[in-house]
């Protein structure tokens, strides 16, 4: 494993693939990224990945199951993880998101596309966190600084989309919320009819506050975190849907 700044803007690409850094050495460069790569998945996915900023794991290599893979890691690590593929379908991506990926990026591979995703989510963890302060509703309250999360008391471990997912539901609780904002939010980018990386992390994290405030689906519009004492109980179904105002569709 190369030996590099421990900072935000190294990145740690696991591959068993030597060209795949190669691809992506030029691209990082340019936008001031410093990328060191590791063919060892065991080596790359343990502690000592923490030195860098960021994982790029790729779903193709041998003898890996990304989604696997990625569960384990979140086991000991919070740090945001995009798993890319050289192969059209090399993991499932609803799979390997489902287990704690911050981004999927499918194949064929391009390699602009892999820096711009990456760049998104690094771009988030440089955000000035001393300035954000303390976000609470419902029971659940946000150290935006340490990037904690406590849901009635309890500490919930969460991964950097979901923290700024969440971080956005919680500044607008009670109030309906786009899937746009709430892309633009956790990946710096607008929504895909087709993209259901949203999905899979409002269902992850529905899962991980169920002991506070309820996320409900907004039909036509996107989420809401429902506060009970401000959500009529009329409006809130049982399958946690809530029908949008004929205005706010499109």
């Given amino acids: 494993m190369s030996e590099i700044a421990m900072d935000a803007a190294a990145v740690l690409i696991v591959s068993d693939r030597a060209d795949l850094p190669l691809l992506l050495r030029g691209p990082c460069a340019a936008r001031g990224l410093r990328l060191a790569w590791e063919p060892d998945a065991g080596r790359g996915l343990g502690p000592a990945a923490d030195a860098y900023g960021l994982v790029l794991l790729d779903a193709a290599m041998a003898g890996v199951d990304a989604p696997v893979a990625v569960r384990a890691f ?138 506070g405030a309820r996320i409900v689906t907004v039909r036509g519009v996107g989420y809401m975190l429902a506060l009970p004492p401000t959500t009529p109980e009329s409006s809130v179904n049982h399958s946690g849907v809530v029908d949008a105002p004929l205005r706010s569709r499109r």
């Avoid at 993991?91 to 064929?108: N, R």
């Avoid at 711009?116 to 509703?137: H, M, P, T």
């Avoid at 309250?141 to 700024?164: H, K, P, S």
């Fill in 74 to 211: 979140r086991g000991h690590s919070a740090l945001p993880v995009v798993v890319i593929s050289l192969l059209t379908r090399a993991a499932d991506p609803v799979a390997t998101l489902e287990s704690g990926a911050d981004d999927y990026v499918g194949g064929p591979l391009d390699p602009e596309e892999v820096v711009a995703r990456v760049r998104a989510v690094l771009r988030r963890q440089r955000v000035d966190r001393a300035a954000a302060g303390v976000a609470e509703a419902g029971g659940v309250r946000l150290d935006c600084a340490a990037r904690q999360v406590r849901v009635e008391g309890a500490t919930v471990d969460l991964t950097a989309v979901e923290f700024d997912l969440l971080e956005h539901l919680v500044r607008h609780a009670g109030r309906k919320v786009l899937r746009d904002d709430l892309t633009r939010a956790a990946w710096g980018r607008q929504a895909s009819p087709l993209d259901r990386s949203l999905d899979v992390h409002i269902s992850r994290l529905r899962r991980k506050i169920a002991a």
